[in-house]
């Protein structure tokens, strides 16, 4: 007899999958809720990378680095809610920055991480983070990190 999952071909997520998803998916909602000002938005744009995640969750693996693959992830699902932010939003820098300086900078000066953390969560070295963070400060005349 053929069970509805192999019916369906429908594999439930691996241990890998489900314990990355517990590691990353309140730093997630909080970098989603910055972005878009919107605790539902947000909500919505972190189940969408979860379930994209969920879908090429083999490719994930096997890239340079998980975090940095799934960070795009990210950052994709939450341009796909861009509408609900609203004006005053810190995020508005956004357009004057190359996106991994503008997450950086949000990171690190918005949400108030540390450097190492920040960097994780993107799937960077600690200096390039350093590195955006410099190039953002000048841009956008910004107190350089220490």
């Known amino acids: 007899m053929t069970t509805p999952a192999r019916r369906c071909r429908i594999r439930p997520p691996s241990v890998e999958f489900t314990a990355f998803c517990q590691l990353y998916r309140r730093a997630y909602l909080d970098y989603a809720r910055a972005r ?65 300086q503008a997450d950086a900078v949000l990171l690190h000066q918005c949400l108030g991480w540390d450097i190492e953390k920040a960097a994780e969560l993107m799937g960077a070295h600690p200096s390039s983070l350093r590195g955006w963070l410099t190039t953002a400060a000048l841009a956008l005349g910004l107190r350089a990190p220490e």
Do not use: K, M
């Not at 539902?40 to 693996?61: K, M, P």
């Open 36 to 100: 878009t000002g919107s605790d539902s938005c947000a909500q919505h744009a972190v189940e969408a990378t979860i379930e994209r995640l969920a879908h090429q969750w083999h490719v994930a693996l096997r890239s340079a680095c998980l975090q940095a693959s799934a960070w795009a992830v990210l950052r994709a699902a939450t341009a796909d809610h861009d509408a609900c932010r609203p004006p005053e939003n810190p995020f508005a820098y956004e357009g004057l920055l190359a996106p991994s």
